[in-house]
């Protein structure tokens, strides 16, 4: 029978020590809770609620539903996906127009999507949006 190689403790505890760093490495750049989320986008049309909710030249965070709404000085509409671009976290909040990450500190404008603050390198994902009835209506079929 072969004589098994010999591991030192020291080789041992490196290697545990390792494998934890590793693991919160990982765990740094998933969404709280631990499960990554970036395909929580909507799927299907969901209805936000009211259109009075977003203001000429304000913005509003449906953080249920992972989607920024942001209404221009003439009244259009643009939505976006509040998953952060950098490392899947979900956006959770909104000062003004601008989205902030709490994973890495990456800011976003709400009304062009486009990043203002790295790490993010990629715009937000476009969503299709309309008021109908009302009510606002952000999603694939909207």
């Not at 080789?11 to 990982?26: M, N």
């Not at 000429?56 to 643009?78: C, P």
């Not at 939505?79 to 989205?99: E, F, K, N, V, W």
């Amino acid at each position: 029978m072969p004589a098994r190689p010999f591991t030192s403790r020291r080789t041992l505890l490196r290697g545990a020590a390792a494998t934890s760093v590793a693991g919160l490495g990982a765990a740094a750049c998933q969404a709280p809770g631990g499960a990554a989320t970036a395909d929580a986008t909507p799927t299907a049309p969901v209805d936000l609620g009211a259109g009075s909710e977003v203001a000429e030249g304000g913005a509003r965070l449906y953080r249920w539903h992972n989607v920024v709404v942001s209404r221009s000085a003439d009244g259009v509409l643009k939505a976006y996906s509040t998953i952060c671009t950098h490392a899947g976290c979900p956006i959770d909040r909104l000062q003004g127009t601008t989205l902030v990450c709490p994973c890495h500190g990456s800011e976003f404008d709400a009304v062009t999507g486009k990043v203002v603050r790295s790490p993010a390198t990629e715009p937000l994902n476009g969503l299709p949006v309309k008021e109908s009835n009302g009510r606002i209506v952000a999603g694939p079929g909207a």
